[in-house]
């Protein structure tokens, strides 16, 4: 996998193109997924005039009958590339969330707010605390400096998980789910939606919590890999990843395919997988596990907020309190999620109190957005088996 040096998010970008799949095996295709194959070559401007004035003529001749465009129907999409669609599916989840920054208890608190207007009156927004995030002291982070230093023992056998994982590390859930740009071309355009919508949260988040990296600690973390110039939590890895497993995980259950009938198996693979992810962060040495369990939150919660704007189902708030989460303690995803219910836990705790709470929410009045509704169907029917008894018997 091609790394990029010294900015380890510069990916963020290109999340439009999924471009983390572009250097795994021919997911670079993808970039180009719906073009003609040509590209935008220059000579294909000079071939295109002269092969008109070979074969137009002297004068238009009449004109046949021209349909007025549909306006505004989700039909129409499949007629568009995925760099158009991008934009419209981003415009319509930029709408569904607010930012504000806020002191709670002397210290600054980042909060994203789930946006909701009421059907056919617009104009009516209603705003409900969607996540809260509070950072945890210094004093707290340096006692954390030793499970990242003893993590540091372990970077020889991580090594090249942690060098492929700079980037997005969205191919390594295709070792647990059948994701193939021939395949699943529309997941793959789904996961990019997700995570082109959540990068900037997750850098505005950052920004305003401005917590250190372990670099600055201590001269003996010494990170295998360059440290990111933004701030350490919440890990932006850890984010993604159980972003990606959760939505991963609802096409499974949704598709009613058999095999993933067990939610509880196949969603225990894919949240150990996430947390794996997060963990190879802290053993680099460029994270605390503190930060991963903020990431953990914050992934799960956008995974949920992404899947209500596609379905219209019930959305999910949580806070997380880094003040009160166990300073020697490590990341276990088990403290925030229920694989068995298959949703995150009312709350986790340590000796210093509740650091997580989660709630669930009615789902909001009004309709999904049917461009979202539209991809989402699209993903979930890449997904779907068929059996001897779904296909039409040959004859009729």
Not at 44 to 63: E, N, P, S
Not at 147 to 157: E, M
Not at 199 to 217: G, T
Request: proline letters at 7%; charged letters at 20%; one cysteine or more.
């Amino acid at each position: 996998m091609t790394i990029v040096p010294q900015s380890a998010y510069s990916a963020y970008s290109a999340y439009s193109a999924y471009s983390a799949y572009s250097a795994y095996s021919a997911y670079s295709a993808y970039s180009a997924y719906g073009a003609p194959g040509a590209g935008e070559n220059p000579m294909l401007a000079d071939a295109f005039m002269t092969t008109r004035d070979g074969i137009v003529g002297a004068r238009l001749d009449q004109i046949g009958s021209v349909r007025e465009s549909v306006a505004n129907d989700p039909r129409t999409l499949k007629r568009l590339s995925p760099a158009v669609r991008a934009a419209i599916f981003q415009a319509e989840l930029a709408a569904s969330i607010d930012v504000s920054i806020e002191t709670c208890d002397g210290d600054v608190s980042p909060v994203l707010w789930h946006r909701s207007a009421k059907k056919g009156d617009m104009r009516r927004i209603k705003y409900h605390e969607l996540l809260r995030m509070t950072r945890p002291s210094v004093e707290r982070l340096t006692r954390q400096l030793d499970l990242v230093s003893g993590y540091a023992q372990i970077r020889p056998d991580r090594a090249a998980e942690i060098l492929t994982q700079v980037t997005a590390p969205a191919p390594f859930f295709s070792t647990i789910g059948f994701i193939d740009p021939g395949r699943t071309p529309h997941t793959l355009e789904f996961l990019s939606t997700a995570l082109s919508f959540s990068a900037p949260l997750i850098q505005r988040i950052k920004f305003a919590l401005a917590v250190k990296r372990p670099i600055e600690f201590s001269p003996q973390i010494q990170p295998m890999i360059p440290t990111p110039t933004h701030g350490s939590l919440p890990s932006g890895h850890a984010s993604e990843a159980f972003l990606m497993a959760r939505l991963i995980w609802r096409l499974m259950l949704h598709s009613n395919a058999p095999q993933y009938g067990d939610k509880a198996y196949w969603g225990e693979m894919l949240m150990r997988l996430a947390a794996r992810v997060a963990a190879n962060r802290v053993v680099s040495g460029v994270h605390f596990p503190v930060d991963s369990a903020a990431g953990a939150v914050l992934g799960c919660t956008l995974a949920e907020h992404v899947y209500s704007q596609c379905n219209g189902g019930r959305w999910w708030s949580s806070r997380f309190d880094g003040t009160h989460f166990d300073p020697e303690g490590d990341f276990d995803w088990h403290d925030i999620f229920d694989v068995r219910k298959d949703e995150l836990k009312k709350k986790a705790e340590s000796g210093d109190g509740v650091w997580m709470r989660a709630k669930a929410h009615a789902p909001s009045k009004g309709e999904p957005a049917p461009v979202l509704s539209w991809l989402w169907e699209k993903a979930l029917e890449e997904w779907q088996d068929l059996g001897p008894g779904d296909l039409p018997v040959q004859g009729e």
